[in-house]
């Protein structure tokens, strides 16, 4: 099963607002990843985090990797229609070789 | 340069058939995994394949298997289909092994397997 806990499950927001998700975990990740999932297609990689406390931009997203390693939050300033989809936070452990998923926030916008 | 491509995009089996997906990844990736995506489950990693060497294995039966090729095209096999195995699943590729260091895995559309 999953070891992360992603929330909230959805969001029904207006155009313009601000979105703010989290993922957290009962382990230490090496790096935390956040992915946008559109109807049809598969994850797209938003932000990659490498380092405990790092807080990276790309646009309108802003992602912190937290100080424990064991969470990470994605912010979504000025929402816009097409950032409608589900967004997916990811931690990956060198060790074990492979990337953890949360079960996905699902983002409606209202124009 | 063309992105991660899967075949078929979409499939209609019955239970206790088998089936074979396909994933190309990215000219020059190496390193090809395989996820299953369910409502209920999210994406669970099954395996990645590097160099034709499988590299990793998540917790699934022996009834989903995988192989790669030289040209690092890869293949994923479940037998014996069940109806749980309905699922979309996704390929993802990256130049190389994700053991070492996180290196970034792009996605595949998916193949959605229905189980009747």
């Known amino acids: 099963g999953q070891q992360l806990n992603q929330s909230p499950q959805s969001m029904f927001i207006q155009e313009g607002e601000d979105v703010s998700m989290n993922c957290t975990s009962s382990s230490i990740f090496n790096t935390w990843l956040w992915y946008k999932q559109d109807p049809g297609e598969g994850p797209v990689l938003l932000i990659a985090?490498?380092?405990?406390?790092e807080l990276t931009s790309n646009g309108r997203l802003t992602a912190q990797f937290g100080i424990t390693r064991k969470d990470s939050f994605l912010n979504i300033s000025a929402s816009i229609p097409s950032d409608v989809g589900i967004y997916f936070c990811?931690?990956?452990?060198?060790?074990?070789?492979?990337?953890?998923f949360g079960d996905g926030t699902t983002l409606t916008v209202k124009p | 340069k063309a992105g991660v491509t899967q075949t078929p995009r979409y499939l209609i089996k019955t239970r206790g058939q088998q089936v074979t997906l396909s994933c190309s990844p990215i000219?020059?990736?190496?390193?090809v995994s395989w996820y299953q995506q369910t409502p209920g489950q999210g994406l669970q990693f099954l395996f990645e394949?590097?160099?034709?060497?499988?590299?990793n294995k998540g917790n699934f039966p022996g009834r989903f298997s995988g192989r790669q090729f030289s040209n690092s095209r890869s293949e994923m096999n479940v037998s014996t289909l069940e109806l749980g195995d309905s699922a979309l699943y996704l390929c993802a590729s990256s130049l190389a092994s994700g053991l070492a260091y996180y290196n970034e895995q792009f996605f595949g559309p998916g193949t959605r397997l229905t189980v009747l």
């Open positions: 394949y590097f160099s034709e060497t499988q590299r």
């Open positions: 000219s020059g990736h190496r390193s």
């Open positions: 990811a931690g990956h452990r060198t060790n074990a070789g492979k990337s953890t």
């Open positions: 985090l490498y380092k405990a406390g």
